[in-house]
């Protein structure tokens, strides 16, 4: 079994054994690891041929199985566990060996190992990997950043595992660094803030408009047979009309509105504050989330307010504004998620092409749309756009939709029915497009109180002023 197989994998839950199988699929043979023994036979079983793909308990006997120089990508928990299988591996590897950090880790952490594996000889880097457990298995999109040689090696086989869209391969090196798992990182935040608006406008469809889940399920799916064709908009139609085992009702009735987060998100909002770049369609769907946490005390607080009567508003007319408005935040969505990945590229060194990055999440992704040909066209005819809403391809789009956006969000607001990412996404487009706001109050505000001086708009200099005698 010494030095045959052409891949190694590390972590054989639901995503590892699924990605280990995809790669033997494609033609390389390829050997997994885990400490779990159940895990281990799934595998072996599932794969059916130990020549193809196999897998063992012991580290020493899969680093030996491994054909040089290795190639192991660990697809385990972020965090301690990841330094620890790093440590698990050392004793048995050379220089020249590959470790691939397949997980969610935090970017700064992955400088850390690179930083750490690079003095000992080992190429490391990262690569976010999306597309969930059938992604994984049929094709995911994957973002790899960190050692680019050790990357050259791993590249025919990514290539061959990946998604593609019409023929190329949704993965490319994405830069130096952490750039891979910044990258991944971002891309799940933009997936917080798509779900969120997904979900406002489910809400208002069976608010507004006493829309059934047959009746949501059928517009839902004509919208992805249009602009609006996207992976989440596709499984939302399904899942409306999902029957629910236990009470032969539809599932989505039955389901909890407490939804649950590991954290990405979050670290995307976190590190844009950073950074000084606005993505509020982002962070209002982190918050969101922890505000469906607080179920108890929000069925409490109902009870306590009086809310509007809901005025409907007819179907036809309902479903062009949902549609418009969905677009709409769509694209601002987007667009904050591509303006913080710009930024951050200058700021940390990566170098991000952002058409390259658009262009890998066009297929196999959860973020996947039909919306990213378009925004890859437009970073290719201008790859320093700073922001997408400058785009001379998207002005129409954004001018043909926004007014929709506005009247859904004001009827929200009569209504009682709280639709944040899109109110959101709209405030941000207000601002990002107002050549004059009033922060200069709070510039003389934070003068008066604690001089801290302002500029000026008719001459260059910094300015103090003695507010009061």
């Not at 079983?45 to 990508?73: H, Q």
């Not at 330094?83 to 698990?88: G, H, K, L, N, Y």
């Not at 803030?193 to 608010?207: A, F, H, R």
């Amino acid at each position: 079994m010494e030095n045959v197989y052409d891949f190694g994998l590390v972590g054989l839950g639901v995503m590892g054994r699924n990605f280990i199988l995809n790669v033997a699929d494609n033609g390389f043979t390829a050997m997994g690891n885990d400490l779990d023994t159940e895990k281990v036979q799934a595998l072996i079983d599932e794969g059916g041929n130990t020549d193809r793909v196999n897998a063992v308990e012991d580290v020493s006997a899969f680093a030996k199985a491994l054909s040089s120089p290795r190639k192991i990508m660990l697809l385990v928990p972020a965090g301690k566990v990841v330094d620890i299988v790093i440590e698990s591996l050392l004793p048995h590897l050379d220089k020249g060996d590959i470790i691939i950090d397949g997980g969610n880790s935090f970017f700064t952490d992955t400088d850390r190992r690179e930083a750490y594996l690079s003095e000992k000889g080992i190429h490391f880097f990262g690569a976010g990997v999306s597309g969930g457990a059938k992604g994984a298995r049929k094709g995911p999109s994957i973002m790899p950043g960190g050692s680019k040689a050790g990357y050259a090696a791993v590249q025919p086989i990514f290539e061959a595992v990946s998604a593609k869209y019409e023929g190329e391969p949704c993965v490319a090196y994405l830069g130096p660094k952490s750039a891979g798992n910044y990258v991944k990182m971002v891309h799940n935040g933009i997936e917080y803030g798509l779900m969120q608006l997904t979900s406002e406008i489910y809400d208002v469809l069976k608010k507004a408009g006493n829309l059934s889940n047959e009746e949501m399920h059928h517009t839902f799916k004509s919208w992805n047979d249009g602009r609006l064709q996207s992976f989440l908009v596709e499984i939302t139609s399904k899942i409306l009309v999902k029957k629910d085992a236990l009470t032969n009702g539809d599932l989505i009735d039955q389901i909890l509105d407490k939804a649950k987060q590991k954290g990405t998100g979050k670290w995307t909002s976190q590190n844009a504050m950073d950074l000084g770049i606005p993505v509020p369609s982002i962070d209002i769907a982190v918050s969101m989330r922890e505000i469906s946490a607080l179920k108890e005390e929000r069925v409490q607080a109902d009870a306590l307010y009086d809310r509007p009567e809901v005025t409907t508003i007819a179907k036809d007319k309902l479903t062009k504004l949902t549609e418009e408005a969905l677009y709409f935040s769509f694209i601002v969505t987007y667009a904050q998620g591509l303006h913080q990945l710009a930024d951050a590229s200058k700021e940390y060194g990566y170098d991000l092409d952002i058409a390259e990055i658009a262009k890998i999440w066009r297929a196999g992704c959860i973020i996947r749309a039909r919306l990213l040909a378009d925004i890859t066209e437009a970073f290719q005819e201008n790859p320093k756009l700073p922001n997408l809403l400058l785009s001379p391809s998207f002005i129409e789009k954004i001018k043909g939709t926004v007014a929709s956006a506005r009247e859904l969000v004001s009827y929200g607001a009569t209504n009682g029915i709280p639709l944040p990412g899109l109110s959101n996404s709209l405030t941000y487009f207000d601002a990002y497009t107002s050549s004059r706001l009033p922060l200069n109050v709070i510039q003389g505000q934070r003068d008066f109180f604690g001089s801290h001086t302002y500029e000026r708009l008719d001459r260059e200099g910094i300015f103090h002023t003695e507010w009061e005698e």
